[in-house]
């Protein structure tokens, strides 16, 4: 008589907790089942990628077509390698796209932005976007602002 | 059973110490079967103590504790449940468990060790009950009763698995007059109804001495005197002659033992 | 008596040491017996079934008030400080970081201490006094296996279940004061949590955290209550030690899995 209550109660906490799970899953990450679908990876140098961290975006025309899933030192050119894993429905972007980093806002994060090239070759997997413009550095522009003034006296 | 065994539980050269103090000092005690035996000692003299050893709920440093013929020190945990199963014990708060109510209490030990069907486990209930007299009372809660009737009540389970040996851990304590005289008529009606082997761990010197049929007196970490209620109660030894006359002062003292008084007021220097 | 030569100080240091190692010894003994050992009665799912609603279904309240109130109070205290920046929409982030990250486990942990865990104390240290753990094992059950092992896994799989619904009521209460109060738009609130927050990092992580947070509490807790003085000062004083112990555990513990977990950010 008084364990069937307990054991309802106890029900309806364990799917309270599926629940928590699940909308943990879904709605806060942003987990939808199948984004974890294919994709293809891509390569980019930039000279500088302060800034930047793994898991950040990429983007093209402000959509998000996949993230970056490694950064390290190209120790031959001295360059900074980013590892971007790309949506394969993307797989239509020219071999001559441009890769920038971008700031989202004037303090929000990094995340590369791809605009498009005009080239009929299209990146394959593991290819290298070879034109990149680096990561704005805020010391770097503000000394360069700093020479010009001088420089204009 | 061991039918050349006259005795139930036999204590053998028991020492019992804890830290550096020793409880026990080489004890020997013989319970007979089928009597109702006493075991009485002042407070603090490690009767409780006594009763776990025989429970095996303590292990002795030295010694043999034997119960039906069985070293219980020397036995697998297993083994040892095996004998807790002869075994009932009534403890001075009852123990039933709370969160179950009398009923379920009385059928815990059935449940737990037999395959019995529902109704027998029923039938086998409400006869213990009936024989303490609270049959009445098996959809009460232990928080409901009052303390004679959860003694009772603990007295139903503890021979739920009819027992051989039943041991009583102060079972007068705190009780009114009224359910002290039915827990003394209970356990001797007990014992010779189901022929049981009682023992009665208590400092209740007039209730423990008109249901014993035989006494043991222990204090000081050593047995003191033993024999029928009757003998103790003629003995010279003046130790027992204290404790049965319920003397202040005697061989154990008025005071704890202390620097001398005279000495404590003036200071040492 | 009252002036201690220095060698009185050290043995008395070396016994404390002594009894620490000993207690942390007997409780590692006392775990394993519970979760391994055999010997138990009755059904052990019944068991289970009861240990889990005395201690998740009731600590539900609780966890429910304190998650949806603490994530408002983030979500005001973010937007505060966020708009001087002009960056209202990352309160979406913030608060469910925050949440899963730490203050979902840790909060959690200390208020499962301070409802369950004292309680589970208290109710064992008076099964022990009431002798209700000795009559168990005289009718030949291990109280190890019926009283505690339930009540160990009933805390190992209730607190990690609290902490996600801590979380989750927290954020919609964060969601409930940026948007439908202060303003904040609800596309980019959702949409900001949703970039930043990644599944394995953070949601798993943070259920990481709780999962080791109710082991530890649950231990200390049944322990504290198992191995108590049997009175009732003993079991006030073993009361006081497992909500201290417990949450001093946690906090610890915190600093270490953080540092382990997001260390190289």
């Known amino acids: 008589m008084q364990t069937r209550s307990l054991e309802i109660g106890v029900g309806l906490f364990l799917l309270a907790g599926v629940l928590a799970a699940l909308l943990l899953a879904l709605r806060v990450s942003g987990l939808t089942p199948g984004s974890q679908g294919d994709t293809y990876k891509v390569y980019a140098h930039f000279d500088n990628l302060a800034g930047l961290s793994v898991r950040a975006r990429v983007t093209m025309a402000g959509v998000t077509i996949g993230k970056v899933t490694a950064i390290d030192l190209d120790r031959d050119t001295f360059t900074g390698r980013v590892t971007m894993e790309l949506d394969s429905d993307v797989d239509n972007l020219p071999i001559d796209s441009t890769a920038s980093i971008l700031t989202a806002g004037l303090l929000g994060e990094k995340y590369v932005g791809i605009s498009v090239g005009g080239d009929e070759e299209l990146l394959a997997e593991n290819g290298t976007i070879r034109d990149t413009q680096s990561s704005l550095v805020l010391e770097d522009l503000i000394g360069k602002f700093l020479l010009n003034t001088v420089n204009n006296k | 059973m061991n039918a050349v065994n006259e005795y139930a539980v036999e204590l053998k050269d028991v020492t019992f110490r804890r830290g550096p103090r020793a409880i026990f000092e080489g004890i020997d005690i013989r319970i007979p079967r089928g009597k109702v035996t006493g075991i009485m000692g002042p407070s603090g003299s490690g009767k409780t103590t006594l009763l776990r050893l025989i429970g095996a709920q303590l292990r002795p440093s030295r010694g043999e504790v034997l119960v039906e013929g069985r070293n219980l020190p020397a036995l697998s945990r297993s083994d040892l449940f095996d004998v807790r199963k002869q075994m009932g014990v009534l403890f001075q708060s009852g123990a039933l468990f709370t969160d179950l109510d009398v009923f379920e209490n009385v059928a815990f030990p059935l449940r737990v060790h037999t395959d019995l069907p529902e109704e027998m486990i029923r039938d086998i209930v409400l006869l213990k009950l009936q024989a303490v007299g609270l049959r009445g009372a098996v959809e009460l809660m232990p928080d409901e009763l009052s303390g004679g009737m959860k003694r009772r009540v603990a007295l139903a389970r503890a021979i739920a698995l009819d027992p051989q040996i039943l041991i009583y851990d102060e079972p007068f304590v705190g009780q009114d007059p009224i359910a002290m005289g039915v827990l003394v008529r209970l356990i001797r009606l007990l014992n010779d109804a189901l022929g049981i082997t009682s023992i009665v761990v208590s400092h209740d010197l007039a209730e423990t001495a008109s249901i014993a049929d035989y006494l043991y007196v222990v204090g000081d970490g050593q047995v003191l005197g033993h024999g029928t209620p009757q003998t103790l109660m003629e003995s010279d030894n003046p130790r027992i002659r204290q404790f049965m006359k319920g003397a202040p002062d005697g061989p154990v003292p008025f005071h704890y033992p202390a620097v001398d008084y005279r000495e404590a007021l003036l200071g040492s220097n | ?265």
């Open chain 3, 1 to 265: 008596m009252r002036k201690k030569g220095l060698q009185d100080r050290v043995r008395l240091l070396g016994r404390a040491g002594i009894d620490v190692v000993a207690a942390l010894g007997r409780s590692a003994i006392f775990l394993v017996r519970a979760l391994f050992g055999r010997g138990g009665a009755g059904s052990a799912w019944q068991l289970l079934v009861k240990q889990l609603y005395a201690i998740g279904v009731l600590s539900l309240a609780i966890i429910v008030v304190s998650g949806a109130f603490i994530g408002m109070v983030l979500s005001l205290q973010g937007y505060s400080i966020l708009s001087k920046y002009g960056s209202e929409e990352a309160v979406g982030q913030m608060v469910a970081l925050t949440l899963l990250r730490e203050l979902g486990p840790v909060v959690t942990a200390l208020l499962f201490a301070g409802r369950a865990g004292s309680a589970l104390t208290a109710e064992i240290g008076n099964m022990k006094s009431t002798e209700q753990l000795s009559s168990l094992e005289m009718i030949g059950v291990d109280p190890l296996k019926y009283v505690i092992a339930p009540r160990l896994w009933a805390g190992f799989i209730s607190m990690p279940l609290l902490a996600m619904i801590f979380s989750v009521v927290g954020i919609w209460g964060g969601a409930m004061v940026a948007v439908d109060w202060l303003g904040v738009y609800e596309g980019s609130f959702w949409a900001g949590m949703q970039r930043s927050v990644d599944f394995t990092g953070d949601v798993l992580n943070g259920v990481v955290k709780s999962i080791v947070f109710a082991f530890v509490v649950t231990w200390i807790a049944v322990f504290q209550g198992y191995d108590c003085e049997p009175t009732s000062e003993g079991i006030g004083r073993a009361t006081t030690r497992t909500v201290v112990y417990a949450s001093l555990a946690v906090l610890g513990l915190d600093f270490i899995l953080t540092a382990l977990m997001f260390g190289d950010f």
